[in-house]
């Protein structure tokens, strides 16, 4: 949330541009140069993108075919009204030129001045820049990673760590107000298989086949409190039950030092067990009872998911009176929904796919709006070592964790190869790239567009260059406008980002960025004793842009070094 004293997130030209276009439809409706769409209900979006051919213009919209059928008129006729409404309105200033293209596109060229605008409010506001007013204001509820707390994150379960810590600081820097939530299952076989294994390895006997393997557990075997020890060998002990809850608090422990490592935080931890143990289960089964969506039959307790299109009905309760997972998913959405949610947001690995429907079934069940339950599924990841997959299962004790990744390729490399794949697909993460410092290594070449600007301002502080305010007169030249129309985009790929809730287009921007930096600085010198007033100009531009990188970084939870 941005504090009352600090200055104003600079304007963004792709939604200028659209509130143009809107009050422009506005004004020919009201010169009676268009009719009035007949039924509200029907009227367009104004929607902009940019055209594939940079010649064209900044931007284009085809709202004139749009309004085609609802006004009965040819998108021809309507985008030449719409044109005359942009030249000679409030907004004339904006756009250097708005042209008509067959068979009804509207091309847009903004102006230069709109552009001077942004640099300097980027250089007014630098913190700001790039954060947009909420694009769905909403109250969002993300669980992510929670993995069983039964071993270190793996690889392949911590890429949930990427995408939701992503998709999160994505989500805030479109206005919306999220809550990191991680839910741990601390109860059930499981935890009984790891505290079997524990028990064996203390004892010096093999462990059990359904158990977990690996130097991990022999550690937790070793590290058994004297006091732990005696609980779990006392008389009428359960010893798997009290050397499992020991053992997976300890796992728990390393799975945090892990995700802080990896710069991911959490505002809830949330245990399965409280779920039970807090009424959250009764509740929701009382919800579905109430709604006559539950019955009994074998002695179990079902719900009719059948009845919203699953292909059976769920039990709920075993015939013996043990809840099912099911019972705790369902627990955990009416309690999620009791915090004062707007949306629920889950992030899951891509075999739990058989899970989302009867899940969302059983909250339009209980009254909840579906459309407010989200599963995402995230693909496997394939590690790759020097050409080879590494096969990885956490009871084998094969497997990589994120601690092993970061050590091997970094933080930031991690973040970045995680971000520039959408989240759904199945990817091979390559660990000899991500170690290459080179331009081969695309957060390093990132990274060193940042570095290098930072160290022409070093240079230009020593000569005694300070850059100028603004950067009025410089976009004339064509490096300079190219960089700044760059420079211009990062709101517009903040709200991409937003309405997709993904990240690769973040990665790619920044790499575009960089690439027209390097272009920049290859085409226009920044300091030139000759002309110092241009210098300052640049010096500026750069300064804009070097911001830019930052930013976009930060939104990829990257760092931003000011050498290499």
């Known amino acids: 949330m941005t504090n009352a004293a600090e200055p104003a997130a600079p304007a963004a030209i792709r939604f200028g541009v659209r509130a143009a276009i809107e009050r422009a439809w506005r004004a020919a409706e009201a010169s009676g140069a268009l009719p009035d769409v007949a039924d509200p209900a029907a009227a367009p979006a104004v929607e902009v993108e940019r055209p594939a051919n940079p010649s064209f213009g900044d931007f284009a919209t085809n709202l004139a075919m749009k309004l085609a059928r609802p006004l009965r008129r040819s998108p021809l006729e309507i985008a030449e009204a719409l044109a005359t409404a942009l030249r000679t309105g409030q907004d004339a200033a904006l756009f250097a030129a708005v042209d008509v293209a067959r068979p009804g596109f509207l091309n847009l060229r903004v102006a230069d001045v709109a552009y001077e605008a942004l640099v300097a409010g980027i250089l007014a506001a630098p913190a700001q820049w790039g954060r947009i007013p909420a694009v769905n204001p909403r109250k969002v509820n993300v669980e992510f990673v929670s993995a069983n707390p039964t071993g270190p994150l793996t690889v392949g379960n911590a890429r949930g760590a990427f995408v939701g810590d992503l998709l999160c600081r994505v989500l805030e820097a479109g206005g919306q107000q999220v809550t990191r939530e991680y839910y741990f299952n601390d109860s059930g076989a499981q935890i009984n298989h790891l505290g079997a294994s524990v028990f064996a390895l203390r004892r010096g006997e093999p462990v059990p086949e359904d158990g977990y393997k690996g130097a991990y557990v022999e550690t937790l075997a070793r590290e058994v409190p004297d006091d732990v020890w005696a609980a779990a060998t006392a008389d009428g002990a359960a010893p798997d039950a009290v050397l499992g809850s020991w053992a ?41 009872r109430d709604a006559g969506e539950v019955y009994e039959q074998d002695g179990a307790t079902w719900f009719r998911s059948t009845a919203y299109g699953d292909d059976k009905d769920r039990v709920i309760y075993r015939s013996d009176g043990r809840p099912t997972y099911f019972a705790a998913d369902i627990g955990y959405v009416t309690e999620k929904f009791s915090r004062g949610f707007d949306h629920l947001i889950y992030i899951w690995g891509v075999d739990h796919h058989g899970t989302v429907a009867r899940n969302k079934n059983a909250a339009q069940a209980m009254g909840y709006d579906p459309e407010r339950y989200q599963v995402l599924l995230i693909g496997w990841v394939r590690f790759v070592a020097d050409g080879v997959e590494v096969s990885m299962s956490k009871r084998a004790g094969t497997f990589v964790t994120l601690d092993d990744l970061l ?14 794949r959408a989240a759904h697909v199945e990817i091979d993460f390559d660990i000899e790239l991500a170690r ?89 010198r920044v300091l030139d004793e000759a002309e110092p007033e241009r210098s300052a100009r640049r010096l500026a531009l750069a300064l804009a842009a070097k911001t830019t990188l930052a930013n976009a970084l930060g939104l990829l939870g990257i760092s931003a070094p000011e050498s290499m």
């Open 248 to 288: 997976s608090k300890r796992v728990r422990g390393m799975i945090e030092a892990s995700l802080t490592r990896l710069g991911v935080r959490f505002d809830v931890w949330k245990s399965e067990a409280s779920l039970h143990d807090e009424g959250w289960v009764a509740r929701a089964v009382q919800r579905l």
């Open 407 to 420: 050590d091997a390729v970094g933080t930031d490399a991690a973040r970045w190869f995680f971000a520039s």
């Open 436 to 524: 290459k410092q080179s331009s081969e290594n695309p957060v390093y070449y990132v990274q060193y567009a940042h570095a290098r600007i930072a160290s022409i301002v070093r240079k230009a502080e020593a000569a005694g260059l300070a850059p100028a305010a603004s950067v009025a007169g410089l976009l004339a030249g064509e490096p300079e406008a190219a960089l700044a129309r760059a420079v211009s985009r990062l709101p517009e790929v903040v709200e991409d980002a937003v309405l997709a809730e993904e990240t690769q287009g973040i990665t790619a921007y920044a790499t575009d960025l960089a690439t027209q930096f390097h272009a920049f600085y290859r085409d226009a």
